[in-house]
C-alpha cells in the first residue's frame, strides 16, 4: 500500500511496515494484543509502567512466543510519590461511604503501588538483558545513564511529549522518535511535570509545532481511530500515527465486560479529564469515579500513584458487587468510533481506510 512520502525513516529505523504504533495502554494491552498488531506489519506494543522487571521479563517473553516482528515495551518515568498521610487520610475518609455501599472500606494505608523507572534499576537491567526492539517513556525522561544503557543494547527509544520543550529535551537525551500526544488522548496525560501549566495542544497543532521543531521523526497520538485520522496525521508531517483506544475493544485486550460495554456504548460520547482514580490528570469516559472527583466538595487527591491505591481498591469493592462504573475507562475524545473487532481484522480495516482516505485526496482539486 503507497504511503504519503516522508514515513520511510520512522519505518525502517524501527522495522516495520506500516506507520501505525499500537499505544501501550497498561492494564489494556496484553502479549497477544501487540503480537497481532506487529504480525500484521505495526509496532505493537507492551505497558509494563505498572509491573516489576519479572512480571515485564515474562510479557516480553509472551510476546516473543507469538511474533518475531519488532514490538514496543513502554515504562512510567514520573517522579516517585511523595506520601502525605493528611492528605491520603483525608482521601479514603472521602470514598469510605462510597465503599460502605458495597459492604467495604478503604485501605487502611495507601501505598506507591508501582516503582517509576527512574529508580527501578532491576526494570532497567532486565530491559538490556532481553533486548526488545522498542522501549518508550511515558511522564518523562529516565537519566542519560539508562538511557546510554538502553540504547548500547541496540535498544530504539521513543518519548511521548504534549508540547515543544518536552519534545526538544527528548530529543537531547537521544531518542529516536517523538510521540506528539494531544489533548484528545485517552489515559494518562504524559506531562513531565504535573504540576505545571499544561497548554493542552490538541493533535493537529501538537504534531505540526514538532514536526517543525525537530529532526527526529514525529508519531502522531490522540483521537485517531481510523484509517482518514492516520492518513490527516501523515499529511501534517508524522510519520507515524499512534493509536489506543481504538485498539481497546479488542478481542485481545484485558479489559472487563463493564469497561467494553462502556466503550461501545453511549458512554463513550462524553470524556472527561480526572485525577480522581489515580492522582494524576487522565482521560476516562465519565463514569460514578469522574463524578466522585468532580464534587467540589472532593478533598485534595493523593499523589500518582499512591491515589490507584484507593481507586482500585473501589473498583474491585463495587464490581464484586456489579458495578463497573468505578473503574479506569480510559478513552480518547473519539471513543464513540470504537470498533469490536479482533486486532488483525481492525489492523487490516484501517488499511482499508487508509486506501480509501488517499484515493480521496487525489481526487480534491486545489
Not at 512520502?5 to 511496515?17: E, K
Request: glycine share 10%; charged share 20%; net charge neutral.
Amino acid at each position: 500500500m503507497s504511503q504519503p512520502s516522508g514515513n520511510g525513516t520512522l519505518l525502517n529505523l524501527l522495522g516495520i511496515a506500516r506507520p501505525i504504533v499500537q499505544a501501550p495502554m497498561a492494564g489494556v494491552s496484553t502479549p497477544e494484543l501487540a503480537a497481532a498488531v506487529s504480525n500484521a506489519g505495526g509496532l505493537g506494543s507492551l505497558g509494563v509502567g505498572a509491573m516489576n522487571a519479572e512480571g515485564a521479563r515474562k510479557a516480553i517473553r509472551a510476546t516473543r512466543a507469538l511474533t518475531n516482528q519488532p514490538f514496543n515495551v513502554n515504562v512510567f518515568c514520573h517522579q516517585p510519590a511523595r506520601a502525605d498521610e493528611a492528605v491520603e487520610r483525608a482521601w479514603t475518609g472521602w470514598l469510605a461511604p462510597v465503599f460502605a455501599q458495597f459492604g467495604a472500606t478503604p485501605p487502611a494505608r495507601l501505598g506507591e503501588i508501582y516503582t517509576s523507572f527512574v529508580v527501578d534499576h532491576a526494570m532497567l537491567a532486565m530491559l538490556v538483558e532481553e533486548r526488545p526492539a522498542v522501549v518508550s517513556f511515558h511522564f518523562g525522561l529516565p537519566s542519560a545513564q539508562a538511557i546510554a544503557a538502553l540504547r548500547q543494547a541496540g535498544i530504539k527509544l521513543l518519548a511521548s511529549a504534549t508540547n515543544v520543550d518536552e519534545a526538544r529535551a527528548a530529543e537531547a537525551a537521544g531518542v529516536d522518535a517523538v510521540i506528539a500526544q494531544g489533548i484528545e488522548a485517552g489515559g494518562h496525560r504524559g506531562v513531565f511535570d504535573p504540576d505545571a501549566v499544561d497548554d493542552r495542544l490538541g493533535t493537529f497543532a501538537l504534531t505540526r509545532l514538532l514536526v517543525r521543531a525537530l529532526r527526529v521523526p514525529v508519531i502522531a497520538a490522540g483521537g485517531i481511530m481510523d484509517g482518514a485520522g492516520i492518513v490527516a496525521a501523515l499529511a501534517l508531517g508524522a510519520q507515524a500515527a499512534q493509536l489506543g483506544t481504538a485498539f481497546v475493544a479488542c478481542a485481545e485486550t484485558s479489559i472487563d465486560e463493564g469497561y467494553r460495554r462502556a466503550l461501545l456504548g453511549d458512554a463513550a460520547r462524553r470524556t472527561t479529564f480526572t485525577k480522581a482514580i489515580s492522582g494524576r490528570i487522565a482521560r476516562s469516559m465519565a463514569n460514578r469515579f469522574t463524578a466522585l472527583g468532580d464534587d467540589p466538595d472532593a478533598p485534595r487527591t493523593p499523589a500518582y500513584p499512591v491515589a490507584y491505591d484507593a481507586g482500585k481498591a473501589l473498583h474491585a469493592a463495587a464490581k464484586a458487587q456489579g458495578e463497573y462504573g468505578y473503574g479506569a475507562q480510559w478513552a480518547g475524545q473519539a471513543a464513540a468510533l470504537a470498533r469490536a473487532l479482533p486486532a488483525a481484522e481492525l489492523f487490516a480495516q484501517l488499511e482499508s481506510e487508509m486506501r480509501e482516505s488517499l484515493a480521496q485526496m487525489r481526487d480534491v482539486r486545489i
